[in-house]
């Protein structure tokens, strides 16, 4: 059913594709780690075009590539492609797209920008994040994550924390998780940065639990999993920034306050709110499912291009 799908939204995945593609990583995994050299993707293309800054979705979909055989073109920083010269997005993806490569994953900027892409190109698209709307393979990936720590997905309550509001990986990710029963999801964030009204109405018409709190206190014992984000500085006014710069931090001194402490995750960059100290913990996860990105992503490009 994935092949040559473009995957454009977390809402594509249902609960069997999702446990599907975690099969297909899990099994890749091993061969992997067993040392042994696949082939299976040899003579196939994927392209990588970031308009937008990346460094693990990036690299992760490159070495995915290349752990399966296959073979990587990526569009290289701004300054030494026609974009410099102010040629848009859409004709450069055009002109790659008439290259044909296998699939192309794009970042960028603009919410809605990798569906354009894809009624631009016939190679099928991957979004790799399209401003504050979607981030669907960190969804996969974080689903993953939960899925190989607590065995289970159904049932998982999770605290989904920081910029819920211009945070694509939440969305994203809380429509991965209404596929599963018996979810809980708190959403923890200052007001105004609360989740927007339209992936909560997404929640309400899924039927899924979720509550908004304004600090995570009220919840942490509740949690198996503790989801950090940190502020989308680069979508927001710089006073507001400032202004919620610093608005909640999870460092070592917060967590050992609790009997309980949850998991915790973070997509990465982390910039200060959550403190290199609490790396140690056996609940910091988040090098863990960095890594995961990559499997779950070698799963999908081997699912598009049907090998
Ligand atoms: C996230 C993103 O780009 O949305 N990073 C990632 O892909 N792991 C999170 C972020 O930038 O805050």
Excluded at 160 to 181: E, I, P, Q
Excluded at 233 to 253: A, H, Q, T
Excluded at 268 to 293: C, H, K, M, S
Aim: charged residues 30%.
């Amino acid at each position: 059913m994935y092949r040559g799908m473009d995957v454009i939204s977390a809402l594509q995945f249902s609960r069997s594709d999702i446990e599907h593609l975690i099969r297909v990583a899990e099994e890749l995994r091993r061969r992997v780690e067993f040392g042994e050299k696949l082939e299976i993707a040899k003579g196939r293309i994927l392209f990588t075009a970031f308009f937008e800054p990346s460094t693990r979705t990036r690299l992760s979909f490159q070495f995915a590539m290349t752990k399966l055989g296959g073979m990587v073109v990526d569009l290289g920083p701004e300054e030494v492609s026609s974009m410099a010269k102010g040629e848009s997005p859409e004709d450069t993806l055009r002109t790659v797209d008439s290259y044909n490569p296998d699939v192309i994953v794009v970042r960028h900027r603009e919410p809605g920008f990798a569906a354009r892409a894809a009624e631009i190109c016939k190679t099928p698209v991957i979004n790799a994040g399209d401003g504050y709307n979607e981030h669907p393979t960190q969804a996969l990936l974080d689903v993953y994550t939960i899925w190989r720590a607590l065995g289970r997905i159904d049932g998982v309550r999770i605290g989904l924390m920081g910029d819920l509001k211009y945070g694509r990986t939440v969305s994203s990710l809380s429509y991965a998780l209404s596929n599963f029963r018996d979810v809980e999801i708190h959403f923890v964030s200052p007001r105004e940065l609360q989740p927007r009204e339209e992936v909560l109405r997404v929640l309400d018409k899924r039927r899924v639990r979720y509550e908004l709190h304004e600090k995570p206190d009220e919840v942490i014992e509740k949690l198996d999993v503790l989801y950090v984000t940190r502020l989308q500085k680069e979508r927001m006014k710089p006073e507001d920034y400032e202004r919620l710069k610093g608005s909640y931090i999870i460092n070592y001194e917060y967590l050992k306050k609790f009997t309980h402490i949850p998991l915790i995750m973070h997509p990465l960059p982390r910039v200060w709110e959550l403190t290199p100290d609490v790396d140690g913990l056996p609940q910091a996860i988040y090098f863990e499912q960095a890594r995961n990105g990559l499997y779950i992503r070698m799963a999908l490009i081997k699912e598009i291009l049907g090998l």
